[in-house]
Nanobody
Framework: QVQLLESGGGSVQAGGSLRLSCAAS????????MGWYRQAPGKERELVAS???????NYADSVKGRFTISRDDAKNTVTLQMNSLKAEDTAVYYC????????????????WGQGTQVTVSS
Protein backbone atom coordinates (compact mmCIF):
# COMPACT_ATOMS: atom_id res chain seq x y z
CA GLN A 1 0.00 0.00 0.00
CA VAL A 2 1.32 3.44 -0.89
CA GLN A 3 1.31 6.15 1.75
CA LEU A 4 2.27 9.81 1.65
CA LEU A 5 3.58 11.14 4.94
CA GLU A 6 3.87 14.89 5.41
CA SER A 7 5.89 16.73 8.02
CA GLY A 8 7.03 20.24 8.82
CA GLY A 9 3.82 22.12 9.45
CA GLY A 10 3.39 24.41 12.41
CA SER A 11 2.84 27.97 13.51
CA VAL A 12 4.95 30.95 12.52
CA GLN A 13 4.71 34.71 12.50
CA ALA A 14 4.20 36.62 9.28
CA GLY A 15 7.44 36.99 7.41
CA GLY A 16 8.78 33.72 8.73
CA SER A 17 9.59 30.47 6.98
CA LEU A 18 8.54 26.85 7.12
CA ARG A 19 9.66 23.78 5.22
CA LEU A 20 7.20 21.02 4.38
CA SER A 21 8.35 17.54 3.43
CA CYS A 22 6.46 14.61 1.99
CA ALA A 23 7.70 11.07 1.57
CA ALA A 24 5.91 8.43 -0.49
CA SER A 25 6.41 4.93 0.85
CA UNK A 26 5.46 1.47 -0.33
CA UNK A 27 5.92 -0.29 -3.62
CA UNK A 28 6.51 2.50 -6.17
CA UNK A 29 7.73 2.15 -9.73
CA UNK A 30 7.26 5.75 -10.86
CA UNK A 31 5.48 9.01 -10.04
CA UNK A 32 4.54 11.49 -12.74
CA UNK A 33 4.03 14.68 -10.75
CA MET A 34 4.31 15.56 -7.10
CA GLY A 35 2.75 18.61 -5.63
CA TRP A 36 1.35 20.56 -2.72
CA TYR A 37 -2.20 21.75 -2.33
CA ARG A 38 -3.82 23.71 0.45
CA GLN A 39 -7.26 24.23 1.85
CA ALA A 40 -8.20 27.12 4.09
CA PRO A 41 -11.39 27.07 6.19
CA GLY A 42 -14.43 27.66 4.03
CA LYS A 43 -12.43 27.54 0.82
CA GLU A 44 -11.81 24.94 -1.85
CA ARG A 45 -8.57 23.04 -2.06
CA GLU A 46 -6.14 24.78 -4.39
CA LEU A 47 -2.86 23.97 -6.05
CA VAL A 48 0.15 25.60 -4.42
CA ALA A 49 2.98 24.08 -6.46
CA SER A 50 3.72 21.00 -8.49
CA UNK A 51 6.72 19.50 -10.17
CA UNK A 52 7.35 16.92 -12.88
CA UNK A 53 10.85 15.54 -13.16
CA UNK A 54 12.75 17.29 -15.90
CA UNK A 55 10.27 20.16 -16.16
CA UNK A 56 10.00 23.58 -14.59
CA UNK A 57 7.91 23.74 -11.43
CA ASN A 58 4.43 25.19 -11.53
CA TYR A 59 3.35 27.69 -8.86
CA ALA A 60 0.17 29.45 -7.91
CA ASP A 61 0.47 33.17 -8.58
CA SER A 62 -0.04 33.89 -4.89
CA VAL A 63 3.15 32.05 -3.88
CA LYS A 64 5.49 32.82 -6.78
CA GLY A 65 8.77 34.23 -5.55
CA ARG A 66 8.12 33.06 -1.99
CA PHE A 67 7.75 29.26 -2.21
CA THR A 68 10.10 26.75 -3.79
CA ILE A 69 9.21 23.14 -4.59
CA SER A 70 11.74 20.40 -5.14
CA ARG A 71 11.67 16.61 -5.41
CA ASP A 72 14.05 13.72 -5.02
CA ASP A 73 13.04 10.92 -7.37
CA ALA A 74 15.40 8.43 -5.80
CA LYS A 75 13.72 8.92 -2.42
CA ASN A 76 10.20 9.67 -3.70
CA THR A 77 10.10 12.85 -1.69
CA VAL A 78 8.87 16.37 -2.37
CA THR A 79 9.68 19.46 -0.36
CA LEU A 80 8.09 22.88 -0.18
CA GLN A 81 10.21 25.71 1.17
CA MET A 82 7.93 28.55 2.21
CA ASN A 83 9.45 31.98 2.86
CA SER A 84 7.94 35.38 3.60
CA LEU A 85 4.82 33.70 4.88
CA LYS A 86 1.62 35.70 5.09
CA ALA A 87 -1.51 35.26 7.16
CA GLU A 88 -3.37 34.25 4.01
CA ASP A 89 -1.06 31.24 3.65
CA THR A 90 -2.77 29.71 6.67
CA ALA A 91 -4.31 26.40 5.62
CA VAL A 92 -3.99 22.65 5.76
CA TYR A 93 -1.36 21.65 3.25
CA TYR A 94 -1.68 18.36 1.39
CA CYS A 95 0.91 16.45 -0.54
CA UNK A 96 -0.22 14.72 -3.74
CA UNK A 97 1.38 12.16 -6.01
CA UNK A 98 -0.10 12.21 -9.50
CA UNK A 99 0.19 9.32 -11.90
CA UNK A 100 1.81 6.89 -9.51
CA UNK A 101 2.54 3.37 -10.74
CA UNK A 102 3.29 0.67 -8.20
CA UNK A 103 4.75 -1.50 -10.93
CA UNK A 104 5.61 -1.01 -14.58
CA UNK A 105 2.38 -1.95 -16.34
CA UNK A 106 -0.10 -0.81 -13.69
CA UNK A 107 -2.50 2.02 -14.51
CA UNK A 108 -1.63 5.35 -12.96
CA UNK A 109 -3.27 6.32 -9.67
CA UNK A 110 -3.31 9.47 -7.57
CA UNK A 111 -2.54 9.55 -3.86
CA TRP A 112 -3.00 12.18 -1.16
CA GLY A 113 -1.31 12.73 2.15
CA GLN A 114 -3.27 13.31 5.33
CA GLY A 115 -2.47 17.01 5.49
CA THR A 116 -0.42 19.21 7.77
CA GLN A 117 -1.55 22.48 9.36
CA VAL A 118 0.29 25.71 8.61
CA THR A 119 -0.73 28.72 10.68
CA VAL A 120 0.71 32.18 10.04
CA SER A 121 -0.06 34.88 12.56
CA SER A 122 0.06 38.53 11.64
Amino acid sequence: QVQLLESGGGSVQAGGSLRLSCAASGLIFSINAMGWYRQAPGKERELVASIISGSSPNYADSVKGRFTISRDDAKNTVTLQMNSLKAEDTAVYYCKADGLRRWRFQPEEDYWGQGTQVTVSS
